[in-house]
């Protein structure tokens, strides 16, 4: 596969422990960690944001409950995606 530079990266922690990750290609790849509480996510999950930038992600933010996450690239462009990790 072909390797990308992370340029940023954001942790959520909440009812789930949310990482996103962007790139210096414009992608966004937000992953739902492990966790031993019961009930919740038992493997890594990976979500990706695509073809919404295609420059370098220089800024990330989460909403409190993780629903929602902002992204912003070098050009100046922010973008809102919703998330709906239960899917």
Known sequence: GKTESI????LLSCFDDLVAA???SGRVAVFQLVSSLPGRNKQLR?????GIHKNSITALAWSPN???LFS??????IVYSSLDLDQ
């Open 66 to 68: 993780g629903m929602k």
């Open 46 to 50: 990976r979500f990706d944001v695509t």
């Open 22 to 24: 962007g790139t210096a």
């Open 72 to 77: 912003g690239d070098d050009k100046g462009k």
């Open 7 to 10: 340029t940023v990266v954001k």
